[in-house]
């Protein structure tokens, strides 16, 4: 069976649990799985015997004013491709990660292949910035494969930096022993909400990006309608500007800002209705994740949303900054029962066949054993 080391950001994020619930699910399959990152993957809640992890230790030494943490990572990939004899080394998000192992691969002496996925911010946001963008043009067209999680992003990809490589489209998908729905009422009288009350959910890092703000207008005109909460899930830069505009519109007793969570299912499982109404996004897992929990989605027209949302059967696709639409289209939702019914069904249905943990991961092996075999040719 093939060794497979996976490179990823170990914090929360996205691209850091696509990379490690790949890996869980890449060692049940037989695959030899070796982690190199610099803190363990807060994903990596399990044991198995082929999966090992192997950390990467930046040198303090007083010369460096920047201790190099870039090259800390080629070293210990390096180290880690030549003793374990890793046939592939996958790297999620390009910034540096497919930098560093272009470099690792150089250094080392046994021939490994280098797989890098876009995740979105490394195109969108560093893929344009002109200090990094055509180290980042390097990596993706020194890897022997690139793999985006939309075509948006695969576009994206080529345009921006003109590169002609070819970008296979895996999507994202989820840990489907996770996200379910869970029909347990305890949990909105945890979270004090009615049993009556419509719950609408965002789920975010708190970034400019996701635009909290076009939430919050959206669901202050939804709660002049009908009986409703918000839950405001995560943390970020934004969360202090969130509670001020929350306070100003006097609709602090309709809002509960629930800060980093870890059971999100159970949030999801009382939830009616996901919004994401961000000014980018690549894929937007917080919707494929919702989804399998039977909550109907309403996101903006951008990037890879509209991959994940289909308009009219799991949700609604809205103009960004339209918060009127959006509004409109939260009431339609919760006003109509039987059109709600069947785009949570529908939503359930997508996550559990277009987006399959199967389904990707089989698309990623078949990736793995393609450039093995085209390099052989
Ligand atoms: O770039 C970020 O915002 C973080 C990044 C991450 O590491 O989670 O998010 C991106 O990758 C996710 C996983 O593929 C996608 O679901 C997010 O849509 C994407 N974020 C953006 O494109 C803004």
Partial sequence: MKKIGITCYPTIGGSGVIATELGKLLAKQGYEIHFITSSMPFRLDCTHPNIYYHEVEVNHYPVFQYPPYDLALSAKMAEIIDREKLDILHVHYAMPHAICAILAREISKHDVKIVTTLHGTDITVLGIDPTFEQMIKHGIEKSDAVTAVSHSLAMDTKRTLHIQKEISVIYNFINENDYYKKNDPTIKAAFGVHPDEHV??????????????????????????????????????????????????????????????????????????????????????????????????????????????????????????????????????????????????????????????????????????????????
Avoid at 275 to 285: A, K, R, V
């Fill in 200 to 377: 609408i959910i965002h789920i975010s890092n708190f970034r400019k990006v996701k635009r909290i703000s076009d939430i919050i207008y959206t669901f202050n005109k939804v709660v002049k309608h009908m009986n409703a909460k918000l839950l405001l899930v995560g943390d970020g830069p934004e969360s202090s500007r969130a509670h001020e505009l929350v306070e100003k519109l006097g609709i602090s007793d309709r809002v509960l800002f629930l800060g980093k969570q870890k059971k999100i299912s159970d949030l999801l499982s009382i939830s009616d209705i996901k919004l994401l109404l961000s000014e980018q996004e690549s894929f937007g897992l917080v919707l494929l994740e919702a989804m399998a929990c039977g909550v109907p989605c309403i996101g903006t027209n951008v990037g890879g949303i509209p991959e994940v949302i289909t308009h009219n059967e799991t949700g609604y696709l809205v103009e960004l900054g339209n918060i009127d639409e959006a509004a409109n289209r939260v009431i339609h939702l919760l006003k109509n029962k039987s059109t709600h019914a069947k785009f949570a069904q529908t939503a359930v249905l997508n996550a559990q066949t277009k987006f399959h943990s199967n389904e990707i991961v089989k698309q990623y092996i078949d990736l793995y054993d393609h450039i093995e075999t085209s390099m052989k040719e």
